[in-house]
């Protein structure tokens, strides 16, 4: 299950205090102060983890402390710091403070770390402050507060690639004949309801990254059905395939059908409206080798793009596509592939 929005809260750990102490020994007259200082607390990090994709493991225990750094200790004995709090997120992660409105991290790669709540500093013993004029302080500090938060968290998938279109135009179908995911598939409209990956391996050790994404209504833009929830994944892709039903239930006309997709995501903003955009005429084993050829005559004239021809069902002309959207979402270097 896809879980794309959380609401978690985060605390720091306080920093230890300073002590205060002087040594008294026996033999050893020259004495003095030899309190140490307090550790730090430790921090509360996100932490980009390629092997997430949702945010479902944040969910049960949304409460993220770390501990506490630890009081300093006669001797000279300094406090130990306290460990730093991980939290694993999915890349895509979107981090905003409820408080303050503002965005806190964007994680977009492997390992890539945030703090979002730091650690309190430790406290000076009175050790820090002997000096020739000071030989006997009896002064320490106390550790530094901790930081608390609450923290909205929103995923946007990351994917070279994201399939749109009206509800059972075969995507989920087209999904699973490019990869190894298992999206819902039926005959019957908005079977998939929650957005899935999919690798799609092509020859050479070449992959990409497909989010199958739910089917989209017209009125989308404005919140129609689950489009507001979606759309926002498709800003992350870095193609668009726009999957269109060559023979629809209801009989309306793919060009007719393109239109009302590609208004939504033009009305949705900018960053949609100029993404780069590939239209497959999908389940052409359904209809006669004439009409699918009037269909993508008609298709490159209306929609002013190349169109391509498949069937996710059998297969045909799926391999010729992908070769197709790699050409353009890893678009060739003077070095070779871009990675």
């Given amino acids: 299950m896809l879980v794309d929005r959380c609401t978690i809260f985060v605390r720091s750990g306080k920093g230890g205090n300073g002590c205060v102490s002087l040594r008294r020994e ?25 092997g997430l994709s949702t945010l479902l493991s944040l969910t049960p225990r949304p ?62 013993g009175n050790e820090h402050f002997k000096s020739s004029t000071n030989q006997t302080p009896r002064e320490a500090t106390p550790g530094g507060e901790c930081e608390e938060r609450t923290l909205d968290l929103e995923l946007k998938l ?4 994201g399939l749109v279109g009206l509800p059972n135009a075969g995507k989920s179908t087209l999904l699973t004949a490019i990869s190894s995911a298992r999206p819902k598939v039926a005959d019957y409209p908005f079977t998939t309801k929650s957005p899935h990956l999919g690798i799609a ?21 404005s919140g129609a059905g689950m489009g507001h929830d979606f759309l926002k994944h498709v800003e992350r892709t870095s193609v668009i395939l726009h999957v269109l039903d060559a023979s629809p239930i209801d009989g309306s006309e793919p060009l007719d059908n393109w239109r ?22 999908n389940k052409c084993d359904q209809i006669e080798d004439a009409v699918r050829d009037d269909l993508l005559a008609s298709l490159t004239r209306g929609t002013g793009r190349e169109v391509m021809a498949a069937s996710g069902m059998t297969g045909d002309g799926v391999d010729a596509v992908m070769e197709h959207v790699w050409s353009v979402a890893r678009p060739p270097t003077k070095t070779g592939w871009k990675a």
């Fill in 260 to 281: 009302a997709i590609r208004s939504e995501l033009e009305a949705f903003g900018d960053v949609l409206a100029g993404k780069p955009e590939l239209v497959l005429l």
């Fill in 26 to 50: 026996k033999y050893r007259p020259k004495g003095g102060p030899d309190g140490g200082n307090g550790g730090h607390g430790g921090d509360v990090v996100l932490v980009g983890a390629v």
């Fill in 63 to 124: 409460h993220f402390r770390a501990r506490n750094g630890l009081p300093g200790q006669g001797s000279s004995k300094h406090g130990p710091n306290a460990e730093h709090l991980l939290i694993p997120v999915p890349l895509g992660t979107i981090a905003l403070d409820r408080d303050a409105g503002d965005v806190i991290a964007e994680i977009t790669s492997d390992g890539e770390r945030v703090v979002v709540a730091r650690g309190g500093a430790g406290g000076f």
């Fill in 158 to 161: 990351l994917a070279d690639v």
């Fill in 201 to 221: 391996e092509l020859p050479g050790e070449r992959r990409l990254v497909v989010a199958d994404l739910p089917g989209l209504i017209e009125g989308a833009a």
